[in-house]
Each structure stands twice: as C-alpha cells, then as structure tokens.
Antibody, heavy 116, light 106 residues
Framework: EVQLVESGGGLVQPGGSLRLSCAAP????????MSWVRQAPGKGLEWVSV???????HYADSVKGRFTISRDNSKNTMYLQMNSLRAEDTAVYYC??????????WGQGTLVTVSS | DVQMTQSPSTLSASVGDRVTITCRAS??????LAWYQQKPGKAPKLLIY???SLESGVPSRFSGSGSGTEFTLTISSLQPDDFATYYC????????FGQGTKVEIK
C-alpha cells in the first residue's frame, strides 16, 4: 500500500525557515511526480510545488524564490525547504503522488504556523 | 494560468438527494480534470480522474462528466458519508483547484 508521511511542521517566526519532509515507505519517490499542496486554515487547496521523476521542478508564483523542493533518492524522501516565511504561508502542507497528472495518494499533512 | 470556478460554494441536501456540482475552467483543459472529497481534518481523497473515470474503490453513485471548460460531479443518491467538501482540479497546465463546494445536511 502506498503511504506518504509528512513531518517537520511547527511554529516559526515571520522571516524564518523550516524544512518539511515526505517519506514514502512502499514505493519509490523518484518514479513519479511528487507535489506539495497546502491548505490555509478554513480555506481551499493550493498547489505549491512539484518535482518530476526526471528531477525538474516548478513552483507556484506565491512561493517562487522562497521555497525549494528536492528529494533524496537514497532516503526515498522528498523535501520542501521554506525560507522567508510569511504569515500567509500558515497552512497544513500535504505531499501528494501523481502518476498520470492527478493526485492519487496524499499524506496526512503537517501544520506550519508562521507567527511572532 | 488556468482558473477553476466551482458552484455552488455551499449546498444543503438530504440523504437520498441527487446532487450536482459544477466546475468551470477559464480555458479549455480537454478532459484533464479530477474531483476530490475532503472531510474535516483529513487529506483529500481522489474520486474521479480524466473528467469521468471512477477511481478504484469509489462508490458508483459518484460520476463525473464534461470536457473543455464545463464539468460536473454528480452524486446520484446522497449518503450520510458523503457530507464533505468537494474540489475540482485541473491538471492540463500545472495544477489548479476550484475553491470547493461544501455539501451540508439540510
């Protein structure tokens, strides 16, 4: 069974940094597209970033230049390095797997709170 | 960027009702559309992909239709487990979600 497990969320001050992890026991993260999707409290879903199986990346305009997506194939883990965090980055962050464009498997989410 | 607009934002319905949610894309996305169900505190769950293909394990009361810019999600007979928020998502050009439709108990 495909399982995605996020970690690394927490409380951080505006301007601070945080790194999220998404571990994938049971399948290979480098074989599919892997994305981060976030959901601010009481709001809808927002796609944040993708890393393709070949290693290319893409970002939403709202995080471009501040967030970096990466993966470590030896650890079978994907990451999201978040710098220059703002209050509007407060959200639950989900990692999601995509074989054919849509997101077929999701993690349980990790909460990031940006506040002083 | 492709914008996705869902309607209605909230829908009040009773068990057994037929429910339809509409999703419109700002430009043609062919059939590259998915529908998700999300319950409070949980991750979204895939229901429909490629506009009308039912994900494995999803009850057949869920169906999707449409192509181009207009899409619908239909629940043929609403069940107690179906009260949730539903999102459409285009994956023709990167990814964009609709704002969501909350299905509430009438």
């Amino acid at each position: 069974e495909v399982q995605l497990v996020e970690s690394g969320g927490g409380l951080v001050q505006p301007g601070g940094s945080l790194r999220l992890s998404c571990a994938a026991p049971g399948f290979t993260v480098s074989s599919n597209y892997m994305s981060w999707v976030r959901q601010a409290p009481g709001k809808g879903l927002e796609w944040v970033s993708v890393i393709y199986n070949a290693g290319g990346t893409h970002y939403a305009d709202s995080v471009k230049g501040r967030f970096t997506i990466s993966r470590d194939n030896s650890k079978n883990t994907m990451y999201l390095q978040m710098n220059s965090l703002r209050a509007e980055d407060t959200a639950v962050y989900y990692c999601a797997n995509s074989v054919a464009g849509y997101f077929d498997y999701w993690g349980q989410g990790t909460l990031v709170t940006v506040s002083s | 960027d492709v914008q996705m607009t869902q309607s209605p934002s909230t829908l009040s319905a009773s068990v057994g009702d037929r429910v339809t949610i509409t999703c419109r894309a700002s430009q043609s996305i062919s059939s590259w559309l998915a529908w998700y169900q999300q319950k409070p505190g949980k991750a979204p769950k895939l229901l429909i992909y490629k506009a009308s293909s039912l994900e494995s394990g999803v009850p057949s009361r869920f169906s999707g239709s449409g192509s181009g810019t207009e899409f619908t999600l239909t629940i043929s007979s609403l069940q107690p487990d179906d009260f949730a928020t539903y999102y459409c998502q285009q994956y023709n050009s990167y990814w964009t979600f609709g704002q969501g439709t909350k299905v509430e108990i009438k």
